[in-house]
């Protein structure tokens, strides 16, 4: 079929790239059709961007945002090497100028696709690059000479096409700098308010997958200055909303449980950060000068939340991205509970397991789980899953929650369907379960040896089932 895009004829490229999308969405056969599309044919699509006919380019976009769910590396790699990624970032912000259907596929086409660290990234960074290749001894004087006549004539988004074009160093392009992440803030929250008007079909709920993807890209970044962005802009809050909104697709609740899990492991760098701070100002203001100021301060001070799985630091949700102080645990849970898609539920746990990070404060992690009434619901849920990554997930939580000796020498813990279930995974799970479910299978065992109670028959039992293993 990808003979037909040989042809001149712009009908038939038209047809044939529509073919392929009934294809690929409404039989759902992309699993197939990318089997056949690596290397020249993704190569010959992406092509199909520089199209001047704006039905083709549509089309394209169209088909590559579909196929980018199963093939984003390849891609992401023809996109880098025709350098049409900031076309694509161009489309998002074209208010007015594009098609919104072009604008929808372009952002959901970036969600999909993997992007390296330097291609979202901020403005100071990358002028170090550029400041890099300007001071490189092997460049011409002509270049550089050109490199800062471009700087001043056509401005930032010409400079990096330059030093691509001329320096093959297509990882220097930023897709996604740092102001396109208020702008998704502000597009999204249009969008759900319907301040887009009404979108027809199903372009809306595609438009805000494609926007969260976009956020994903954000939180996955370690670099400071996005950060310090994110915490500006409550990125942690956006995400929480996105999954409580009761009109949020499947998509949309994955992609917020995964951002609430990528900042809730950046939540210990903020936190060590700030204590720092604080105890630096403390030594500064002089110990009795300090003591003076907070006994003679007459200001109310807003409530704090003491966190326990920050050792009982006083957490800011929007400042260290705690989902304990952003009271994100209950919502989660409920998600865990409710009849949701496996992907969400991966998502759910992936966030909730970030309590149990710290192996040296479990029982805090353990302790604000009970709170939230969580551990329970993920014992269930093990008990009743199937083999993959959910069930890796749980049994992983489990393990951990073991560990605990106050919590798991409780009565609720100790139950005949998560020994077997502890045993079904051990005898057929993967390696890395079976490592998990024989971890906890052995923490159990110390629990009924030191436990003690009316339950006697039932640990005997739960004995010789351990014996078995």
Same mark, same amino acid.
């Given at each position: 079929?990808?003979?037909?895009?040989?042809?001149?004829?712009?009908?038939?490229?038209?047809?044939?790239? $529509?073919?392929?999308?009934?294809?690929?969405?409404?039989?759902?056969?992309?699993?197939?059709?990318?089997?056949?599309?690596?290397?020249?044919?993704?190569?010959?699509?992406?092509?199909?961007?520089? @199209?001047?006919?704006?039905?083709?380019?549509?089309?394209?976009?169209?088909?590559?945002?579909?196929?980018?769910?199963?093939?984003?590396?390849?891609?992401?790699?023809?996109?880098?090497?025709?350098?049409?990624?900031?076309?694509?970032?161009?489309?998002?912000?074209?208010?007015?100028?594009?098609?919104?259907?072009?604008?929808?596929?372009?952002?959901?086409?970036?969600?999909?696709?993997?992007?390296?660290?330097?291609?979202?990234?901020?403005?100071?960074?990358?002028?170090?690059?550029?400041?890099?290749?300007?001071?490189?001894?092997?460049?011409?004087?002509?270049?550089?000479?050109?490199?800062?006549? &471009?700087?001043?004539?056509?401005?930032?988004?010409?400079?990096?096409?330059?030093?691509?074009?001329?320096?093959? &160093?297509?990882?220097?392009? &930023?897709?996604?700098?740092? @102001?396109?992440?208020?702008?998704?803030?502000?597009?999204?929250?249009?969008?759900?308010?319907?301040?887009?008007?009404?979108?027809?079909?199903?372009?809306?709920?595609?438009?805000?997958?494609?926007?969260?993807?976009?956020?994903?890209?954000?939180?996955?970044?370690?670099?400071?200055?996005?950060?310090?962005?994110?915490?500006?802009?409550?990125?942690?809050?956006?995400?929480?909303?996105?999954?409580?909104?009761?009109?949020?697709?499947?998509?949309?609740?994955?992609?917020?449980?995964?951002?609430?899990?990528?900042?809730?492991?950046?939540?210990?760098?903020?936190?060590?950060?700030?204590?720092?701070?604080?105890?630096?100002?403390?030594?500064?203001?002089?110990?009795?000068?300090?003591? $003076?100021?907070?006994?003679?301060?007459?200001?109310?001070?807003?409530?704090?939340?003491?966190?326990?799985?920050?050792?009982?630091?006083? &957490?800011?949700?929007?400042?260290?991205? $705690?989902?304990?102080?952003?009271?994100?645990?209950?919502?989660?849970?409920?998600?865990?509970?409710?009849?949701?898609?496996?992907?969400?539920?991966?998502?759910?746990?992936?966030?909730?397991?970030?309590?149990?990070? @710290?192996?040296?404060?479990?029982?805090?992690?353990?302790?604000?789980?009970?709170?939230?009434?969580?551990?329970?619901?993920?014992?269930?849920?093990?008990?009743?899953?199937?083999?993959?990554?959910?069930?890796?997930?749980?049994?992983?939580?489990?393990?951990?929650?073991?560990?605990?000796?106050?919590?798991?020498?409780?009565?609720?813990?100790?139950?005949?369907?998560?020994?077997?279930?502890?045993?079904?995974?051990?005898?057929?799970?993967?390696?890395?379960?079976?490592?998990?479910?024989? @971890?906890?299978?052995?923490?159990?065992?110390?629990?009924?040896?030191?436990?003690?109670?009316?339950?006697?028959?039932?640990?005997?039992?739960?004995?010789?089932?351990?014996?078995?293993?």
């Amino acid at each position: 079929m990808l003979f037909f895009f040989l042809s001149t004829s712009e009908y038939i490229n038209v047809k044939t790239l $529509c073919l392929l999308m009934h294809i690929c969405h409404i039989l759902d056969l992309t699993v197939e059709v990318t089997t056949h599309l690596h290397g020249k044919g993704i190569t010959t699509l992406v092509a199909f961007l520089q @199209d001047p006919e704006v039905l083709n380019q549509l089309q394209v976009l169209r088909l590559l945002s579909v196929l980018s769910l199963h093939m984003g590396a390849d891609i992401v790699t023809a996109l880098r090497s025709t350098n049409q990624l900031v076309r694509l970032k161009e489309l998002l912000q074209a208010k007015g100028k594009v098609l919104l259907e072009e604008q929808v596929a372009a952002a959901n086409l970036l969600a999909n696709i993997p992007l390296t660290e330097f291609e979202v990234n901020n403005f100071k960074k990358i002028h170090q690059v550029l400041m890099t290749h300007f001071l490189d001894p092997f460049m011409r004087t002509s270049d550089r000479v050109h490199l800062v006549w &471009c700087s001043i004539e056509h401005g930032y988004s010409f400079l990096l096409r330059f030093i691509t074009v001329h320096h093959h &160093c297509a990882q220097v392009i &930023c897709v996604l700098e740092v @102001d396109l992440l208020p702008w998704s803030i502000t597009t999204l929250d249009d969008v759900r308010n319907g301040k887009m008007g009404k979108l027809p079909g199903r372009l809306g709920l595609a438009f805000q997958e494609g926007l969260a993807g976009l956020l994903l890209h954000f939180a996955r970044n370690s670099n400071v200055g996005i950060l310090n962005v994110i915490r500006e802009e409550r990125l942690f809050k956006v995400f929480q909303e996105l999954l409580s909104f009761q009109q949020s697709s499947a998509v949309v609740k994955e992609r917020a449980a995964l951002g609430l899990q990528l900042l809730a492991t950046k939540s210990t760098l903020f936190m060590s950060k700030d204590i720092e701070e604080e105890q630096q100002q403390q030594k500064d203001s002089g110990g009795f000068f300090f003591c $003076c100021t907070a006994l003679f301060h007459t200001e109310v001070a807003e409530p704090v939340h003491t966190c326990l799985v920050h050792r009982g630091s006083n &957490c800011d949700p929007n400042m260290n991205f $705690c989902l304990v102080a952003g009271d994100a645990l209950v919502p989660l849970v409920e998600h865990l509970e409710e009849e949701q898609g496996q992907r969400v539920r991966e998502a759910v746990l992936g966030a909730l397991s970030t309590l149990l990070f @710290d192996e040296s404060n479990l029982r805090g992690g353990v302790t604000e789980l009970l709170k939230a009434g969580g551990v329970q619901p993920i014992i269930e849920l093990f008990c009743t899953v199937q083999q993959g990554e959910l069930q890796e997930k749980a049994v992983w939580m489990i393990e951990r929650i073991l560990r605990t000796e106050q919590y798991a020498q409780g009565h609720t813990i100790i139950n005949q369907g998560l020994f077997q279930a502890l045993i079904e995974a051990f005898k057929h799970g993967s390696p890395t379960t079976r490592a998990l479910a024989q @971890d906890s299978l052995t923490h159990l065992k110390q629990i009924s040896v030191v436990s003690s109670g009316p339950r006697g028959k039932s640990r005997v039992l739960q004995q010789r089932c351990l014996h078995q293993l």
